[in-house]
């Protein structure tokens, strides 16, 4: 009995995380070969597989443009940070170079 409820307090969780790594509609399709669609998974199961390992496959490349795209962005985010501050020793030198103590920051500050 306890299994029954740990399994029941288990399932929300696991269908949430599902949903999170988009793997709602795999899911979801497998549910539907198992219990509506039945006869026919049994009659083209090589389809119904290949259908299957599709839908997960999409799902995986999902994840690969995904993280292709943060790392994308870090770089990015990296790049501005560094051209900012070469742009800024760039000022500090020419500040210094004419005797100023003041250094324009105008259009480096986000």
């Known amino acids: ?7 029941l307090v288990l ?15 795999p899911m979801l399709y497998a549910a539907l ?8 998974y049994q009659a083209h ?9 599709a839908l ?3 799902a995986a490349l999902s994840w690969v443009v995904t993280l292709f ?10 790049r501005e940070d560094r051209a900012m501050a070469e742009l800024l020793a760039c000022r500090v030198r020419q500040a210094r170079a004419c005797g100023q103590s003041a250094v324009n920051i105008e259009g480096l500050l986000r």
């Open 11 to 25: 399932l929300p969780i696991l269908f949430r995380l599902a949903l999170k790594l988009r793997l709602g509609v």
């Open 69 to 78: 795209r943060c790392i994308s962005d870090l770089l990015a985010g990296w």
């Open 56 to 58: 997960v496959g999409l």
């Open 45 to 53: 199961t090589a389809l119904a597989d290949g259908i299957f390992f």
């Open 33 to 40: 070969m198992l219990t509506v669609f039945h006869s026919w």
């Open 1 to 7: 009995m306890s299994l029954f409820v740990f399994g």
